[in-house]
């Protein structure tokens, strides 16, 4: 057995790995609530929630709510000079020593008037050392367990603050001073729940903006577009709408793979660009959306234009070429891409003029053998004009003209075959 699998350096690195996963885990204080919103704990002291508190650092912190006396039961005692003390410790400097005073409020007096003060004042500190995760719980903990508490708007900016900082990429620090790994997945979890926190709040549509832009850089664009297509279907009127339009646009845009591939999220894009200048004729980012919106359509056109080249050079099918160039047109007017499809017009054009005097020469030729009693090699030149395929028009009449040439020849081949039959009888005699 290798010794050195035992050796001091090995057995604390381990340790160190085990300490830093439980870290990581988020442990919601008694009664749930976290960053997975769990609901309050049966019994939770909603009451307190509506309970101002002031500080000075003459009387400490008083309750600030007209009509409401000091409590002066044992718990209610103990928890304010738990509160005192954290919070001198904090005016002088010393967070850790406030942080552990605060959450002693919290764990041993959950149910005074002091509890969620305490829980609000801990979260920020936490938050303050880039304690993410833990910071997010106590904020989710007292949105979960003082619904109605004054600090709700502030709580879920601050939420939505740490899920933006981890999104972009800040590291969070365990213990408060040791920096973690990137966590861009926890990010987007977190900001999901500020969004179910507060979903009728300016917040929200922003908190889905923010994810979206997220999965684009973790280069996952279809989640993107979910969150994008969410904004824009359930925030429609809100400031960040014109930002999520123009967002998905590029989403899509990114998903083009050139004009040789499938064009389904190049419509896409073009779409949403479209889209955006007629809700926003007036906004800031028209410029970029014109652009956007023509390059997307250039694409479109320059597949139209490869498809009627396609058809043009290798199936022979000029009716099929003449309709995907008008199309490549009517996609992009004006653009290059519709000046070489009227280029291919005036080619195809030509080729059906050159085709149609072939065609019609065959003919002419047909006429004059049928016209002489030749039908059979009218039929030849009849059939040989059919094939040029100068025109529907052109073609017909070549076709009309072989039946004509058949119908003609029916009588003279039964003719020949009874004659040929009766020479082989009286040859068998």
């Known amino acids: 057995m290798n010794r050195r699998l035992f050796s001091p350096f090995a057995i604390s690195l381990a340790l160190l790995i085990s300490a830093l996963a439980l870290h990581a885990q988020p442990r919601p204080f008694p009664g749930g609530g976290g960053p997975g919103g769990h609901g309050p704990r049966p019994g939770a002291p909603h009451h307190a929630a509506t309970i ?14 007209p009509g409401v006396p000091a409590p002066a039961d044992e718990a209610s005692v103990a928890a304010l000079a738990l509160m005192n003390d954290a919070r001198a410790r904090e005016e002088k400097g010393d967070r850790t020593g406030a942080l552990t005073r605060y959450e002693k409020v919290v764990k041993r007096h959950p149910n005074t008037l002091y509890a969620s003060e305490a829980l609000y004042r801990a979260a920020r500190l936490r938050q303050e050392r880039r304690q993410y995760t833990k910071a997010f719980t106590h904020y989710n903990d007292l949105l979960q367990r003082y619904p109605g508490n004054p600090h709700f708007d502030d709580l879920v900016r601050q939420q939505y603050a740490i899920a933006s900082d981890l999104i972009a990429g800040k590291r969070p620090l ?6 973690g790994f990137k966590a861009r997945d926890e990010g987007i979890r977190l900001m999901a ?17 923010t994810i979206a832009r997220g999965r684009q850089q973790q280069r996952e664009p279809d989640e993107a577009i979910d969150a994008l297509d969410h904004l824009i279907n359930t925030y429609a009127d809100s400031k960040q709408a014109p930002d999520a339009y123009l967002d998905i646009a590029k989403a899509y845009a990114g998903l083009v793979q050139g004009p040789a591939y499938d064009q389904a999220a190049t419509r896409q894009s073009a779409n ?10 007036n906004g800031a980012q028209v ?5 956007g919106r023509d390059e997307m359509k250039a694409v479109l056109a320059q597949n ?3 498809a009627g080249d396609f058809y043009y050079h290798k199936r022979d ?6 309709v995907l160039y008008n199309e490549a047109i009517t996609t992009f007017p004006k653009s290059s891409v519709a000046e070489t499809a009227r280029a291919r017009l005036e080619l195809v054009a030509e080729t059906e003029r050159q085709r149609r005097v072939r065609s019609e020469n065959r003919i002419a030729i047909g006429d004059y053998y049928y016209n002489r009693g030749m039908p059979g090699a009218a039929l030849i030149f009849y059939n040989e004009a059919a094939a040029i395929k100068p025109d529907n028009e052109t073609v017909g009449k070549a076709r009309e003209r072989a039946a004509r040439a058949r119908k003609a020849l029916a009588p003279v081949t039964t003719a020949a075959a009874r004659q040929a039959a009766a020479g082989g009888g009286v040859s068998a005699e």
């Open 52 to 65: 101002a508190l002031d500080w000075a650092a003459e009387t400490g912190w008083v309750i600030a709510t």
């Open 174 to 179: 365990y213990w408060g001073w040791l920096p």
């Open 193 to 209: 729940t500020v969004i179910r926190n507060a979903p009728y709040s300016d917040i929200a549509p922003q908190a889905l903006l």
């Open 272 to 281: 949403y660009y479209e889209d955006y200048l007629i809700l926003f004729p």
């Open 287 to 291: 410029a970029g959306a014109e652009k």
């Open 304 to 306: 139209k234009l490869n």
């Open 317 to 322: 099918n000029l009716r099929a070429a003449r």
